[in-house]
């Protein structure tokens, strides 16, 4: 795991878009995993602003989103596909059709997570997956208790991830979602890359778990401590609470620009 701990999120999403426009260089139609929620807007924002400048083309890429409620109306400004559109790939040039999430309203759920799962292996796999993580430590919706070999799947989300998320549902916490269709811990790590986001000081206790704790399904982000390529972005607030913080700034720190993340 690479521990980047940057000044703000502006430093962020320079570094993550870098990742992203060096991988479609060498890989124009390389396959991206798309998170939703906060953590990626950074990255988002500076790629949509590269895409305008005619520096960075996604016009052969293609994506998997990682998640989506179970059971809101198409139209809900609130689904993960309608909030992924609104933040990213309406503001770059993605082919239509290009980018794919799972469907909430699917009547057959499981047969729709299998076929998911067989178009992303269709596609090649995941190059490269952006993450954020939940204050209980998920990634996806892969919530505290998930199988660490899991694949696409139905969860139920936690008291808490809604209490959080109850922010995006004019505070209403019983307006957000009971049920999730996620990708699984197995299918996040099967990505070749992962780069996972976190600011803020109430993601401390999750990074810290995730960087230095033990690989546990209590905090189902640590089974990335397994892959072998991950890059973590932090600002200092979600890195104040890892022990071994001023290391990785050294690390960082000595290690030559041409090798980005
Ligand atoms: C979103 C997702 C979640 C979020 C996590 C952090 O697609 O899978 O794991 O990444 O809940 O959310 P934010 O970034 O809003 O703090």
Redesign the pocket.
């Known amino acids: 795991m690479e521990i980047v701990v940057l000044p703000d999120g502006q430093a962020i999403g320079a570094l993550g878009a870098d990742a992203i426009a060096n991988l479609l260089q060498r890989k124009p139609d390389a396959v991206l995993g798309l998170?939703?929620?906060?953590?990626?807007l950074a990255i988002y924002d500076e790629l949509a602003a590269r895409c305008a400048a005619g520096a960075v083309t996604l016009g052969r890429a293609r994506g998997f989103?990682?998640?989506e409620y179970v059971g809101l109306p198409a139209d809900h400004p609130e689904t993960?596909r309608n909030v992924i559109d609104r933040d990213f790939v309406s503001r770059v040039d993605f082919a239509p059709g290009a980018v794919r999430g799972p469907d909430g309203l699917a009547a057959d759920i499981p047969k729709f997570c299998a076929e998911y799962e067989a178009a992303m292996a269709q596609a090649g796999g995941v190059d490269l997956q952006i993450?954020?993580?939940?204050t209980d430590g998920?990634?996806?919706?892969n919530e505290p208790g998930s199988s660490l070999a899991s694949r696409t799947r139905i969860k139920t989300l936690t008291r808490q991830?809604r209490v959080?998320?109850a922010r995006f549902f004019e505070g209403d916490v019983d307006a957000v979602p009971t049920h999730c269709i996620?990708q699984g811990l197995g299918t996040i790590m099967s990505a070749r890359h992962v780069v996972l986001?976190a600011t803020g000081s109430q993601?401390a206790e999750a990074v810290h778990h995730l960087v230095e704790g033990a690989v546990s399904a209590l905090w189902p982000g640590t089974i990335l401590q397994h892959h072998p390529h991950v890059t973590v972005l932090l600002d200092g607030a979600a890195a104040s609470r890892l022990q071994l913080a001023d290391y990785y700034r050294e690390t960082y720190r000595a290690k030559p620009a041409w090798q980005g993340i």
């Open positions: 998170a939703t929620g906060s953590s990626p989103t990682l998640d993960y993450l954020g993580i939940g998920h990634i996806g919706f991830t959080d998320n996620t986001v993601k």
